[in-house]
């Protein structure tokens, strides 16, 4: 393993979107455009499937040095009513460009830290959410939860707005690690918010777990994996650290590259946090994730529904996901569009009437079959093509490329069909780079994501 380690590790994106946004072609994207996809995929989607909803709430009160999210750091909580109210104006213009209300499969409040937002605050956005929107038959509703800062108030308060899905940010229980990355939490604390969900009625409580931060070794993943599994969430995300930042500047140097793991000390973090999580009975979903054979995202796997976008992993697909917020970013399957990231520049173009987009990307008919074979090696572990169907001019330049990764046993291709085994799950990653052709066509000069291990 630490020799294909050493082999695979290489930048790769993450693939919540094909194209990736650095290879987002803005040349030939505009707001008219974005607004036509959205118009006609909302038509043909949301009656059958309703939409996505992603809701940015930005602010926290400390830096987590480990985060690559975009969030404003503050203990001015005189800004929770002017954030709520510029998000449900930007609502209100898409409804009335989409002509009609939009029905809501999916929701979910990220951030920043979302329990930022007091209760009642919290309260008044769904309120004004729900006037503007139906919810669909079947719906799902969550949010990130901080331990230290979600109460039962937060708790009770969305629960009975219809959340029934809550995950924290846990990281590692090490101190000296908690320190490192600024975000310091005790056990008592995820324990406690953790039992209060359950004890409301939520129905499915996850914990998010990084490997490869700074100070962390393989006896601090264990520790922290066996008392996640104390815990018994019902879906856990173990992902690796990301270290850019270069991209996100001077919040990840709050510790020296020097501190950090090193690649195969990483992998074996992982292989060991794995090997943890399966014995207790978590089921591995797609990449980074795990969950109970109750939970719904097993469920989804079993029954081929799973999904992957800019919220990460989803029990059922939508074809419109819209977001709201500072930074966000919609999806209208044909095109991608993102939110301006300031926050007062976002709250000025809603003031002006104006949807808040600076850059986006008009996805073309090879983007679009590309787009496929990537989410179903993200999700399914496996693609299929026929001369109809996922065909595409350069797929044998690919499947060559790919010979020497089966040649390492970390896939088998058969005439019409890719499968990843077992042993190539960790490098999936690499598996999606070379059916990215906009990254093949124009490989950067200068490392734009982390590595892939």
Partial sequence: MCTLISKYNVAGPRYTSYPTVPYWDQDNFSLTQWKNTLQESFRESNTSQGISLYIHLPYCESMCTFCGCNKRITKNHDVEIPYIQSVLKELAMYVNLLGDKPVIKQLHLGGGTPTFFSPAHLERLMDGIFALTKKASTFELSFEGHPNNTTKEHLDALYNKGFTRVCYGVQDYNTTVQKAINRVQPYAHVENATEIARAIGYESVGHDIIYGLPFQTQDDVINTINKTISLHPDRIAFYSYAHVPWIKGNGQRGFKDGDLPSADQKRMQYEIGKKMLVKAGYIEIGMDHFALKTDALFKAQQAGTIHRNFMGYNASKTQVMIGLGVSAISDSWYSFAQNVKNIEEYQQLIEDGILPIFRGHILTEEDLIIRQHILNLMCSFETSWDEDQGNFAELPD????????????????????????????????????????????????????????
């Fill in 398 to 453: 690919v499947l060559i490329k790919l010979k020497e990764l089966e040649n390492d046993g970390l896939l088998e291709i058969h005439a019409r069909k890719l499968i990843v085994t077992e042993k190539g799950r960790p490098f999936v990653r690499n598996i999606c780079l070379p059916f990215d052709m906009r990254l093949q066509r124009n490989k950067p000069e200068t490392q734009l994501f982390s590595m892939t291990v």
